[in-house]
């Protein structure tokens, strides 16, 4: 993952996955289970470690939009 991508992908998804961390640590508690017992840095470092990100340029999006209207 270049700088750009990683950069990108904390912008995008830094909040989102604590959010869904924070409610899988209320599960966890409530349960009983202590799976969690660090802060959810080493899973977003994992994750964005782990996932690729693809992007397309506009053209290609217009492009495959195009394809998918079919004129009756």
């Known amino acids: 993952m270049?700088?750009?991508e990683e950069d990108l992908?904390?912008?995008?998804y830094l909040e989102e996955i604590s959010d869904l961390f924070g409610e899988f640590v209320e599960m966890?508690?409530?349960y009983g289970l202590n799976l969690?017992?660090?802060d959810f840095n080493e899973y977003f470092e994992?994750?964005?470690?782990?996932?690729v990100?693809?992007?397309f340029p506009d053209e290609e999006?217009?492009?495959?939009?195009?394809?998918?209207?079919?004129?009756?």
Not at 9 to 12: A, I, N, R
Not at 65 to 72: A, E, S
């Open 2 to 4: 270049t700088d750009s």
């Open 61 to 72: 999006l217009n492009d495959e939009n195009d394809d998918l209207n079919i004129n009756y």
């Open 36 to 38: 969690f017992r660090d």
């Open 9 to 12: 992908f904390d912008l995008k």
């Open 46 to 51: 994992f994750l964005k470690q782990n996932v």
């Open 28 to 30: 966890d508690n409530y």
């Open 53 to 55: 990100i693809h992007e």
